[in-house]
């Protein structure tokens, strides 16, 4: 990874000016995330802070920032498109309590069975995903009521504003680091972008907005505008109507106007939600999308805490993230949000300026709620020009450029399984799975590889003929296994020395137990010596499903399994 991380130790102003960061970049997220899954932007605005929030005090992993993502919206949009959105809060209810039964259960350090190949391709895969959603920022309402590239001279400032804030966050830590270089970034960009807006021409100002330089109000307009525009080309296609006018696409364009949302409340005390009813039924419904909501929260908050572990050189809990992530989905789905994980984007923007502590979290959370609440007008004029750049020099510091010139000096496998992964995650945008298909693609890879590790030295001692094994014995390796005695060839008494070896499953003791019978069927004693402890245990109480004979001569070692 690029030195982009600077190393920072924990100081009260870089957590807070961090968080302060993070607050802004978190807006246009939760809002993107809220459209993805088919539920109003406040929703996804309060979920962030709810998150965020309760995360950041019970979390395992301090300076880690959780909010609402996409990866959980990919869920939710289907939740709530078949069932409506009264049971997406009882499943994000259930999800968090899922995610504490897994804290609870110390099941939290299987994130260390996830290999480094696997790792690699996750983080290159959201490198690339991160960079390719920003590209929707260079679109803006055009007269069909559609998303449309911006032209011209909105265009070039546009790649001129992004370009002066990334410049800003390479080049002002070699002056100074007293100000997180993001933040710096963002208040110079974001005057520029106010003067721009106030005495540019109006001939550059592009169709569907009501500024040059698109700012988070507009952003926010354009699209719920855009959803409105296809909800009726939706509707006239249901009653057999042809394409929208014009006049039909202006009307839908100004039925859209800024309103004021309420404060969060109980989702049950909140008249705007029919409750689902309290049934198996329901529980049948929310159930599957509870899991695996649960799971793909799980997957990218541990990842990205193994990420930031890396990163600061310092170590997060596990079990206790999987607690407090639940505990924040919960409170969230009670006052009606749409859950979320920790986000990688917003965690590496903190981690860069310099948080640290559990209080960068914690301001993010806070800024996020006065933003929205009390700052709206402020907000509101942030461009997204400099929100773009931020997440691009996240993008450069979050890609492992380091895979691109060793992938010839690594195993072609590994080289596979980083490709795999970085694919899926770039092609369905769906973390959890991504990571789960390159641990089984490895782990088939391993045990593929060691198949064929497994071999004996023989000799003899006085009659007794000694097979020394050496290697697994497996699933996969049972077949070798097979082929290296000859029972009709043996000598009456035969051994076979597993102090280089180990069994590991019944699929090694089937194979075993069958062994034994092909030399009573002909006649020969089969023993089995310096078994360790672990394995001799699995013998025994394999009964007979293993009738083997240990054998207890003065060769016999027990040995601890490592």
Known sequence: MLQFFSKHTA????????????????????????????????????????????????????????????????????????????YLFPAVILCGLLQITVGVLRLGKLIRLVPHPVMLGFVNGLAIVIGLAQIGSFKTLGTDGTMTFLQNIPLMIMFGLVALTMATIVLLPKLTKAVPSSLAAILMVSVIAVGINKFAPQNWI????????????????????????????TDAQSNGSSALSQDQINAAVGSVKSAEEPLPMLFFLDSRYV?????????????????????????????????????????????????????????????????GCAMIGQSLINVNSGGRGRLSGIVAAVG???????????????????????????????????TLHTWNKVPLSDVLVMVLVAGYTVLFHNLAIAVLLGIVVQALLFAWHHA????????????????????????????????????????????????????????????????????????????????????????????SLAEVEISEDRHYHITKMI
């Open 368 to 402: 996020l709620m006065v933003m929205v609440v009390l700052l709206k007008p402020v907000i509101s004029m942030v461009p997204i020009a400099t929100l773009v750049g931020v997440m691009f020099m996240v993008v450069i510091g979050t890609f492992e450029w380091s």
């Open 452 to 543: 064929t590790h497994i071999m004996a030295d023989i000799h003899f001692e006085d009659d007794k003929k000694v097979y020394q094994l050496h290697g697994p014995l497996f699933f996969a390796s049972v077949s070798s296994f097979r082929e290296l005695t000859d029972p009709t060839g043996d000598p009456p008494v035969v051994a076979i020395d597993f102090y280089f070896s180990r069994v590991y499953d019944q699929s090694a003791m089937e194979a075993i137990s069958k062994l034994a019978e092909r030399y009573r069927q002909e006649g020969k004693c089969l023993l089995l010596r310096n078994m360790n402890a672990d394995c001799r245990r699995m013998i025994e109480r394999a009964g």
């Open 206 to 233: 592009p169709s569907g907005q009501t500024n040059v330089v698109q700012t988070v109000d507009d952003l926010v307009m354009n699209n719920l505008r855009a959803k409105a525009v296809q909800t009726a080309a």
């Open 275 to 339: 409750l689902a009813p309290l049934t198996w039924e329901t529980l049948s419904i929310i159930l599957p999308f509870s899991l695996i909501l649960a799971g793909v929260g799980l997957i990218e908050s541990l990842m990205t805490l193994t990420l930031i572990d890396e990163i600061t050189e310092t170590r997060g809990n596990g079990n206790r993230e999987c607690i407090g992530q639940g505990a924040a989905n919960i409170v969230c789905g009670l006052f009606g949000g749409m859950g």
């Open 11 to 86: 100081s009260v102003k870089d957590d807070v000016l961090s968080g302060l960061t993070v607050a802004l970049a978190l807006v246009p997220e939760a809002v993107a995330f809220a459209f993805v899954a088919g539920i109003p932007p406040t929703v996804g605005l309060y979920s962030a802070f709810f998150i965020g929030l309760i995360s950041s005090l019970t979390g395992g992993r301090p300076g880690m920032i959780s909010g609402a993502t996409g990866a959980m919206a990919v869920v939710i949009v289907s939740l709530v498109a078949l069932h409506g959105i009264e």
